[in-house]
């Protein structure tokens, strides 16, 4: 799991990304938000912000982007009714400083959990799967997709950056090795599928003589 951390108090922030970093995730942090702007991407499945910070505030971090489906929470000093209210209305959880360490990996366990059973989806920087409803939307819009469609791309989503073979694309999504698809039947759907991606600069590439990779330009 990938979580990003805006915490302008850099020893509260080294604390915090070396206890879950410690823990098995992986966290990108920033004190500012001109440094935040220069390390966020959509990548992220938690993003974490300070309320107050030296050139704005965690509020301010949300107006920059379009964030939809990251889970999100804010971590503060201030405990007033009014604020802890604000910070809900556009977060999934409100933290007051101090708080130990154990308490907020444990909020961010039960955010992660919450998440993963509510939506069923895959996410991957804009790109969102409803794995339910076999429904795909990117930066918010809904692309229209066959089932075929559907499911090449979340086989190739699941396994993005990595190349697989055309042998075994066939085998996952149409019938046991592929003995009863045409080759070109591949061939056709990653056309089709490549067109309704284009223009979100999401690629899947062809590697000669093995198979298909998924990539973003």
Do not use: H
């Amino acid at each position: 799991m990938k979580i990003f951390l805006l915490e302008d108090d850099e020893t509260l922030g080294f604390g915090i990304k070396t206890y879950l970093e410690n823990s098995d995730y992986t966290v990108i942090d920033a004190s500012s938000l001109n440094e935040a702007k220069e390390k966020f991407n959509y990548d992220f499945d938690l993003i974490i912000l300070d309320v107050n910070l030296p050139d704005g505030t965690g509020f301010d971090f949300l107006k920059l982007y379009d964030i939809k489906t990251t889970p999100i929470m804010f971590l503060t000093v201030n405990d007033s009714e009014e604020d802890i209210v604000m910070g809900l209305n556009v977060s999934d959880a409100y933290i007051t400083k101090p708080f130990k360490l154990s308490i907020l990996k444990a909020k961010i366990e039960s955010i992660l959990r919450r998440v993963e059973e509510k939506d069923k989806k895959l996410n991957y920087k804009g790109l969102v799967l409803d794995e339910k409803n076999y429904i795909c939307f990117l930066d918010g819009n809904e692309i229209e997709l066959t089932v075929k469609e559907y499911e090449l791309l979340r086989l190739l989503l699941k396994n993005r950056g990595n190349t697989l073979t055309r042998e075994k694309i066939l085998e996952d999504i149409w019938d046991i090795r592929g003995k009863f698809v045409e080759d070109n039947t591949l061939s056709a759907t990653v056309k089709r599928l490549r067109k309704k991606l284009k223009q979100y600069s999401y690629t899947i590439e062809t590697i000669r003589g093995i198979g298909y990779r998924f990539v973003r330009d």
